[in-house]
């Protein structure tokens, strides 16, 4: 029997939050603490090296928190649980299956050339393994996407703004904009990482009420499981259910999509070449801690997929028909409506405070990344050559400001999308996967030519924007979702940029092998010999053990979801 939805479904412009005075000093005392550590942070910029990566100063711990905080964006709060709403269980692909795999691939296997390099951004290192052209191409895709990226989080933050003071969202944008642009200018990288390990514990704050309460008022997991059997079928509880070859399932996905398409192309897409990601593992003090970042950040990463997917799936039980017209709710708004309607004030407050931190913290990780690969790799390299380091960090703090009001703009283009995980997806499928096609070939493949590094990465870029525009949008090849169609384009583009390396390879000279050293696999340069720091070598800090551990844990997570 349907249940209906507790409270009055009202349309989302109409979502306001009972917050008082309890709540807003909440979020008072934690925006003072926010710009106070960006003050301190500031004391600590004296070089560009500072500014941009923490002076490589950072132990394993705080980045390991910041490299999940970072992520701990929109993509998690409103587009995971938006995701539970829209497709139910088959979340948990996004964290066991489409994340765990790659950051431990990161650590182990992608780290030890990142750091042993030096390199101070990841386009840096294919300037290295190939020639300019890939390099500045991919520095300015990378740039753009940053840009796209923050602006979905700028957007994000709009609506819990508009919802906590009903100001209208252009006005919620604008002045969130102008917050993260205070701290980041301020203290550099520092700043966005120790204001990371801070947002972490305060999202967790947030997301446990929210995610217990939302519980209790479905009836438990047998009650919510009941209620969203009987209104969206059994396979929207099951994680495999439906997915079959042929067979019909809400994320309108099969197996073999889920697992090449999110599971391996975009996942290692994202993972291994987001510098928003990899910029936290390189400020790490020494190698060792560098691999060790995205290993310690697998394990909160395994278990948070449930403070997002459960409220997400409350809010599909409550109220049946949220993301239809009728319903005058967004999936994107799950998350704002249970906290109006379960929780109390002070509670209310933490929650607030919270999704503002999560979505704070991602977009500041995509503009602080922003600020690097623009002022390093292209405006250092191609534009204003050979000045003195402080002009590099002047410039920095410029182009951070112009990173934020691009942002901004792109934050108005986020809101037309009704499920922003959807629009986050297709941005790494066309951006992030054929870098890291480039990446892999280029990574284990001594034959890959300098030359194909930059036409691999444009075919696949193409390729997987054609699939998406003109084949999926245009009705040409029918694909039941858009979250299927970002699968199949990011399969598209990988096979379109490794197809296209291997034949730039064939007619083009390779790099001589002394150019090789500590850029292709079997290699090694002087940055992976140093020894390692004392207390390293304790077993409980050795990267295969780490690695492994979350990979058979995220393994073992799938069983109960599979019956």
């Not at 100063?57 to 999940?68: D, E, Q, R």
């Not at 191409?137 to 957007?155: E, Q, R």
């Not at 780490?546 to 995220?554: F, K």
Request: glycine share 10%; with cysteine; net charge positive.
């Amino acid at each position: 029997m349907q249940t209906p939805p507790i409270g009055a479904v009202r349309p989302a412009a109409e979502l306001r939050l009972p917050t008082n005075g309890l709540d807003y000093t909440i979020l008072a005392i934690y925006f003072v603490v926010v710009l106070g550590i960006g003050f301190a942070a500031r004391r600590s910029v004296r070089t560009s090296l500072d500014f941009f990566l923490s002076g490589r100063s950072l132990p394993a711990w705080i980045t390991g928190l910041a490299f999940i905080s970072a992520n701990l964006a929109a993509t998690e709060i409103l587009g995971m649980a938006a995701n539970s709403a829209q497709y139910g269980a088959y979340t948990v692909h996004w964290y066991w299956i489409g994340a765990i795999p790659a950051m431990v691939f990161l650590g182990l296997v992608m780290m030890p050339f990142y750091y042993g390099s030096k390199v101070r951004s990841v386009p840096e290192f294919l300037l290295l393994r190939f020639d300019r052209a890939a390099h500045l191409l991919s520095s300015a895709l990378f740039a753009f996407a940053a840009i796209l990226i923050a602006g979905v989080n700028l957007y994000a933050l709009a609506i819990v703004v508009e919802a906590l003071l009903g100001w209208p969202q252009w006005v919620a944008i604008v002045v969130a904009g102008a917050f993260v642009l205070a701290y980041i200018t301020l203290g550099g990288l520092s700043s966005a990482i120790y204001n990371e390990v801070l947002q972490f514990f305060v999202i967790l704050a947030a997301l446990i009420p929210i995610t217990v309460l939302g519980l209790k008022k479905a009836g438990g997991w047998g009650g919510l499981t009941d209620r969203l059997t009987a209104t969206h079928g059994a396979d929207f509880t099951t994680a495999w259910g439906g997915t079959g070859i042929g067979h019909a399932n809400p994320l309108g996905a099969n197996w073999l999509t889920i697992v090449l398409g999110l599971g391996f192309v975009l996942s290692f897409g994202y993972w291994t070449t987001n510098f928003a990601e990899v910029q936290r593992a390189l400020s790490a003090k020494n190698l060792s801690a560098g691999q060790r970042t995205p290993l310690i950040a697998a394990y909160p990463k395994i278990f948070i997929v449930f403070l997002v997917m459960i409220p997400g799936l409350v809010a599909a039980a409550l109220v049946p028909g949220i993301g239809t017209p009728g319903s005058g709710l967004q999936y994107n708004d799950a998350i704002p409506y249970l906290m109006q309607e379960l929780l109390p004030n002070g509670v209310l407050g933490i929650a607030v405070t919270g999704l503002l931190a999560a979505f704070m913290a991602g977009m500041a990780a995509n503009v602080s990344s922003f600020n690097t690969v623009f002022t390093n790799d292209i405006w250092a390299r191609y534009v204003v050559k050979d000045r003195e380091d402080a002009y590099y960090v002047r410039f920095g703090r410029l182009i951070t400001v112009i990173g934020v009001a691009a942002s901004v703009g792109t934050a108005f283009l986020a809101s037309s999308f009704s499920n922003i995980m959807s629009y986050l997806q297709t941005l790494f499928s066309f951006f992030n996967v054929p870098m890291f096609v480039v990446f892999i070939v280029g990574l284990f493949w001594k034959r890959a030519s300098a030359k194909s590094g930059f036409w691999g990465l444009l075919a696949g870029t193409v390729t997987a924007m054609t699939n998406y525009f003109v084949l999926y949008k245009k009705g040409i090849v029918s694909i039941p979702s858009d979250q299927g169609a970002n699968f199949v384009s990011a399969i598209a583009g990988f096979v379109a940029g490794a197809v296209v390396m291997v034949a730039v390879s064939l007619f083009t000279e390779p790099k001589p092998a002394r150019e090789l050293q500590g850029l292709v696999h079997g290699t090694s340069s002087p940055g992976t010999a140093e020894p390692p720091a004392p207390g390293d070598e304790a077993w409980y800090r050795k990267p295969a053990l780490l690695g492994w551990g979350a990979v058979v844990l995220a393994a073992a997570c799938y069983i109960p979801f599979s019956f």
